[in-house]
């Protein structure tokens, strides 16, 4: 079993997120799958996808006038600090916690972050576009 399933529908429909969060998925249950040996390299790996990830989402955001920016960005620099917190812990050898924050931290805030804050994000998107013919 893999945290999480192809099959659910996690899309918010604008493209340039739903790619990213793709990878995110495919990194995430890489992560669930790693030895010890190969974790702290695929969680470096997530942690810079994530970074990048929200970098992109931030432009957007600026890009489109999105009204809740200051909360989304405030969230982006939250998990951020989170991801950071656990990369110095398995920097150090402690990878059991990094599993802990891939399988029982990370899901959950994943699902909950697209269903609200990117699921608005892309509708304010689309609003935009249309409003403009785009």
């Not at 790996?45 to 405030?74: C, D, I, V, W």
């Not at 969230?75 to 891939?102: A, P």
Request: proline content about 3%; overall charge negative.
């Amino acid at each position: 079993m893999t945290i999480f399933e192809t099959t659910i529908p996690l899309s918010v429909g604008y493209d340039l997120i739903d790619n990213d969060h793709g990878i995110f998925i495919d990194l995430v249950n890489q992560l669930d799958k790693a030895n010890n040996t190969d974790f702290p390299g695929l969680f470096k790996q997530l942690y810079e996808h994530t970074e990048e990830h929200f970098e992109s989402e931030n432009r957007l955001m600026a890009q489109f006038g999105f009204p809740a920016e200051t909360e989304h960005k405030g969230e982006h620099q939250r998990v951020l600090g989170e991801f950071k917190q656990f990369k110095t812990r398995i920097d150090k050898g402690l990878i059991t916690f990094g599993r802990s924050f891939v399988r029982e931290r990370l899901p959950q805030w994943f699902v909950l972050h697209i269903t609200t804050m990117d699921s608005a994000l892309s509708a304010h998107i689309k609003m935009h576009q249309e409003s403009r013919g785009e």
